[in-house]
Structures are given as structure tokens and as C-alpha cells.
């Protein structure tokens, strides 16, 4: 399994081959890249946070922390903050608790348990571009099959896209709809890899079915679980973008901002439709500490993690 | 690199999944994955069917598959400039899979077989990179490629800033670990040096790694988004992903038969190199698990 790997470069291997130049030699390319373009531009994120461009002028101010407070204290950054949040407790939750219980049920023995995983994990190859795309025109207030089907069922056409909660509520569904395919392939990897006897052994003290998931398997199932958490939550913060832009636009709008504009959203208009990039600088700032955190705890939970057998 | 024996299927009844038993009380699964794969399948259906209708049919509630398809596809193709998206994304996703491979491959080498100073401190630098998503760095980035190289609407701009593989160079270096280093010591005293001993040993045991990750490479580079959207302003050097946005916004009317289309079409590639490299896939991913 995909896990992260630990945060020491052990040197259990020994050096088969000599030479100091050599191994940087082979190094180059990929810190060269990632020095250009990753640590470069995290640097310069920073830098810009702290300066207040003059678009008119073309000069820049030095500002200090000024536009992060000025961000923590705006009520649309906040709402848009805690709609984030919402999301993707929402998605993370749901989106796991679906796939596990779909890959358990087509691990079972039973017949053309194939063909049910091919169906369930090919939506993978499906991009979030794509997803946006379908849902926008299947919940087309007039000529999507939803409302066509609604229509003629109860006479009904809701706005989908038009009713702040109900636009919510698409995209939610609308993620965890695109995420499920992922989810269910390292799941049904995992219980594969479960071990044979101490399943057998649950069985044969007569355990349940219910009670071999819930207490045998699903303890089992911790570490790929957290794993699959992390990897939900920083999709949810990044994967949101591209099916948002599409689908809803952000919209619609709500109180103090767009109920379904997210961070890097918000981030994405304050850098590139409205120009004001010392305050896009300033929400990636913020970004940067957030996916630290995360980052961080992510280490923190898997060096605890309790390995079981095997 | 142990060879799992014992794998395990959830039981079915009152009895294990294997060995006699009784077989009954599958029922609910099936009802059960049936339904979630219809429900899951739904906006593809839907897709599929309306873009095989033609433009009058696609506004009408009808729900039987038409004979439109290479009309809505050939609408869009050239007009809409469809197949110059996806060459685009073709060639953009094929250099970032194989620059990415050989990157990893040659630093996971340097990370197993070498002993250097600073060999902690580089791995750091890389194991970081995880931390640092491009939609994070979009602003710095954008300033870098447009205003100090020059990039803007080149192909360079979205191949070459995603070159370094922090997942690649790990998965590389657990599947070397597990590789026994008599191996690379019996290379080395029969005068094989690094370079010969990653080409002719090393890439030919990693088929599985290799596979596992090209697809999650590919899939990744073919779904790239926001940075296209923002870097890339020329039709001519766009991708499909960001192409499919703008089918949507060409004049005031949709033609959803056509953009529909265009949606399948940009899913094949991804689903094409799913199903060629499944097998290593699965395998891939499955090796770390043995401690």
C-alpha cells in the first residue's frame, strides 16, 4: 500500500556504490525542480504576503501582517473559511464511509464480484473538470434529466444551481460522487490483504458477519483508513477547485460571499479575476500553514498508528 | 518482498467464505452493489446517451440512444478546437509521466545505493515538497514562469515545474529496499557501475512499481487544472480539461450533445491506461504491505 513513508532517510542500505559526486549527479534534476519550482515560489509567497501592490502605480508597500489580519478579521473570508470546513468534514465522512461498505460488499465471494469492482473504481479516471461538467448538465434547471424526471414524477423544477443550500448540497454530493472510485480501489487492496486466519478464527468462535466488519476487520482497517483521510481532506481542499469552477461557479451568493466558493477558490479570484495579489498572497500564506498542520499531523497519527499482526 | 498466501474474503453466511457452506443470503450484496452502480454509473448514462442524439432530441426528455455521436464529436472537434486540446493534453501528460519516472528513479537510486553527507537534509528537501501543492504556490508560480522565463502559453510551462516525483522517489526507494543488496554488491565486483546496474537490473525487477505509478502519474497530469487555466491564455497550447470549460461557455447556447461528447472523449486516455497497466497497478501498491 501507498503509505507515507517515514520521516528518517535510513541508511540501512549499504553504500553498494562510492563516490560523492555520483549520487548528487543523480539528485540534480529532481532538486533542481523542486528548488525552482517549489521552495522558490513558497518563498516568494511569503514575501508577497507582507507587500501591498499599487496596481495604478505599479509599486509595492511594505506591509507586515497586515494583510492576514485584514483577512482573519473579513467576514467573507471567514464565511468562506467555515464553508471549507463544512465541505470537507462532509465529504471526508460520508465519501469514506460509502466506499468501505461498497469495497467490503464486492469483496465478498459471491458471483461476478469482478465485474462490480470494475464498475465501482472506474469513475477514477474520471477528472474533476469532467465530473463538474456532468452534473452541471444533468441538474440543468430545464433539459437535465433530473428536473425532466422531477417534472413528470411531482411537477416540480428546483433551481439547483440558483438555492444557496441546495447548490451546497450538489457539490457535496457531486465530490463525493467523483472521490468514491479512489477510496474503494485502496480499500479493496486492503481487505484483500486482510489476514486469512484471524478472520477464520472470528468466524469459527461464531462471530457474526456484523461483528467480523465492525470488530475484527474494521480495526484492521485503521491505517489504511487514516491514510485515505488525509488524502480526502487535502483533496477536498484542491480536487474542489476544478468541479466548483465548472459547476457552480462559486455561487450562488450567500450573506457575505458565494456558498460554494472554497479556499483556493476565493484564492484563485482574489490572484487572477480580481488582481489584488498581495491578498491572494496573504490567503496562501495562510494556505501554506494549514497544509503544514495537516502534514504534520498526518506524521504525528501514522508513527502512532497500531500495526496488527501481519 | 514477501508473497502474500492466505488472502481473505468477507464471509457470506453463517459460514466462511470458503469450504462448504451454505450459499444463501447473498442476495442483499448483490441488491445492494447493484444499486450503487447504477447510482454511481447515472451522469455517465446520461452522458453517453446524450451525446449520441442529435441537437433537437438532447432538450427533449428522451432517453433513447440516437446515430449523432461522430456529428457532435466532428461539431467540436475542429471548430471548437477539440483535437488540438487533447494532442495538447496527449503530449503534456506522456512528457510529465516519463520525465517523472526516470526523476524518481534516479534519486530513489542515489537515496538506496550511495552513502553521502547531507543525505538526510536532501531527503527532507524532498519529503517537504509533499507539503507544497501547486494551488498554494499558484501566485509565486505564476509570477516565476509568466514575468522571469517567459513561459506563458508554452508547453514547458505545464511539463516542466511538475518533473519531481516526492511519491515516485519514495515508492522507488521502499521497492529497492526490499530488493537484497548482495544483488547490487555482485553488480558492482563484476565492474557494473550505478547507472548500468539501475538500467539493466533494477528497472526490470520495478515493472509493477513502474506501472503502478505511471497510471497515478498520468491520471495526475491529465487532470491538471487550475495552472493551465491560469498560465496558458492561447487556445493553441490549452489542454482538454480546461477545454471542456470553455465548450461550455462557446456563445450563449450550450450544445450539451456536443460538450457531452467531448466529456467521454477526454475520459478515454485515463480509462485506457487504467486498463492496460491494472495488473501492475494492483501489484504496485501491494508489495509495501508486507513488513
Known amino acids: 500500500m501507498l503509505k507515507p513513508a517515514q520521516t528518517t532517510a535510513n541508511t540501512e542500505a549499504n553504500a553498494v556504490f562510492r563516490g560523492t559526486a555520483m549520487p548528487w549527479l543523480f539528485l540534480l534534476p529532481s532538486l533542481l525542480i523542486l528548488a525552482v519550482f517549489i521552495y522558490l515560489p513558497a518563498l516568494q509567497t511569503l514575501r508577497l504576503a507582507a507587500f501591498k501592490a499599487n496596481l495604478i502605480l505599479g509599486t509595492e508597500r511594505f506591509v507586515g501582517l497586515q494583510n492576514v489580519t485584514e483577512l482573519l478579521l473579513s467576514p467573507a473570508y471567514r464565511q468562506v473559511a467555515l464553508q471549507t470546513l463544512i465541505f470537507m468534514v462532509l465529504t471526508v465522512s460520508l465519501g469514506l464511509l460509502f466506499s468501505l461498505g461498497l469495497a467490503w460488499l464486492a469483496s465478498r465471494p459471491i458471483r461476478g464480484s469482478k465485474y462490480y469492482r470494475l464498475l465501482l473504481i472506474y469513475p477514477y479516471a474520471l477528472s474533476p473538470a469532467i465530473a463538474g461538467t456532468l452534473w452541471l448538465f444533468m441538474f440543468n434547471p430545464e433539459i437535465g434529466v433530473v428536473n425532466q424526471l422531477l417534472g413528470s414524477l411531482f411537477s416540480i423544477k428546483p433551481r439547483w444551481l440558483d438555492d444557496p443550500i441546495l447548490a451546497f448540497g450538489l457539490v457535496v454530493v457531486a465530490a463525493i460522487w467523483k472521490g468514491l472510485a479512489y477510496n474503494i480501489v485502496f480499500y479493496l487492496a486492503s481487505i484483500q490483504n486482510l489476514p486469512g486466519d484471524v478472520m477464520e478464527a472470528a468466524e469459527i468462535d461464531g462471530a457474526t458477519p456484523a461483528q467480523v466488519f465492525w470488530r475484527v476487520a474494521f480495526p484492521l482497517l485503521t491505517p489504511i483508513t487514516f491514510f485515505l483521510v488525509f488524502t480526502n481532506i487535502i483533496s477536498a481542499l484542491f480536487d474542489s477547485f476544478a468541479l466548483t469552477d465548472i459547476l457552480t461557479r462559486g455561487g450562488p451568493y450567500f450573506h457575505n460571499a458565494g456558498i460554494t466558493t472554497f479556499l483556493v477558490y476565493q484564492l484563485y479570484q482574489d490572484g487572477f479575476v480580481n488582481f489584488k495579489s498581495g491578498v491572494a498572497a496573504a490567503q496562501a500564506a495562510l494556505m501554506l500553514v494549514l497544509v503544514a498542520f495537516i502534514t504534520f499531523m498526518q506524521f504525528k497519527v501514522g508513527e502512532k498508528r497500531v500495526h496488527y499482526g501481519g | ?291
Not at chain 2, 455517465?44 to 433537437?56: E, H, P
Not at chain 2, 519516472?101 to 530513489?108: D, K, V
Not at chain 2, 497550447?237 to 477526454?266: C, F
Open chain 2, 1 to 291: 518482498m514477501a508473497v502474500k498466501t492466505d488472502t481473505f474474503t468477507p464471509p457470506t453466511g453463517k459460514t466462511g467464505g470458503r469450504g462448504p457452506g451454505r450459499r444463501g443470503a447473498v442476495w442483499p450484496t448483490h441488491v445492494a452493489l447493484i444499486l450503487a452502480v447504477i447510482i454511481i454509473s447515472t451522469p455517465l448514462i446520461f452522458a453517453l446517451i446524450k451525446a449520441t442524439q442529435a441537437s433537437s432530441q438532447v432538450i427533449s426528455p428522451n432517453m433513447l440512444p440516437g446515430t449523432s455521436f461522430i456529428d457532435n464529436l466532428s461539431s467540436i472537434w475542429v471548430d471548437a478546437k477539440l483535437g488540438r486540446y487533447m494532442l495538447n493534453s496527449t503530449i503534456v501528460a506522456i512528457c510529465v509521466t516519463t520525465g517523472k519516472t526516470i526523476l524518481a528513479l534516479m534519486a530513489a537510486l542515489a537515496f538506496v545505493y550511495f552513502r553521502f553527507p547531507l543525505k538526510g537534509a536532501a531527503f527532507t528537501l524532498v519529503l517537504l515538497s509533499l507539503m507544497l501543492p501547486t494551488e498554494v504556490l499558484i501566485i509565486a508560480l505564476f509570477d516565476l514562469v509568466s514575468r522571469d522565463l517567459k513561459w506563458a502559453n508554452t508547453f514547458a510551462a505545464i511539463i516542466v515545474p511538475f518533473l519531481a516525483s516526492a511519491t515516485g522517489t519514495f515508492l522507488f526507494r521502499q521497492h529497492f529496499l526490499n530488493i537484497p543488496t548482495s544483488l547490487a554488491d555482485a553488480a558492482r565486483i563484476d565492474g557494473c557501475g550505478p547507472l548500468r546496474y539501475l538500467t539493466r537490473i533494477l528497472i526490470p525487477m520495478s515493472w509493477n512499481t513502474i506501472g503502478a505509478l505511471a497510471v497515478i502519474q498520468f491520471v495526475y497530469a491529465w487532470d491538471q487544472y487550475i495552472w493551465p487555466l491560469v498560465i496558458v491564455q492561447q487556445d493553441e497550447k490549452q489542454v482538454v480539461q480546461v477545454g471542456l470549460r470553455k465548450l461550455i461557455e462557446v456563445g450563449g447556447q450550450t450544445d450539451w450533445g456536443a460538450v457531452m461528447a467531448g466529456a467521454i472523449i477526454t475520459m478515454l486516455p485515463p480509462l485506457i491506461v487504467f486498463t492496460l497497466l491494472q495488473e501492475q497497478f494492483s501489484r504496485g501498491f501491494a508489495l509495501s504491505e508486507d513488513k
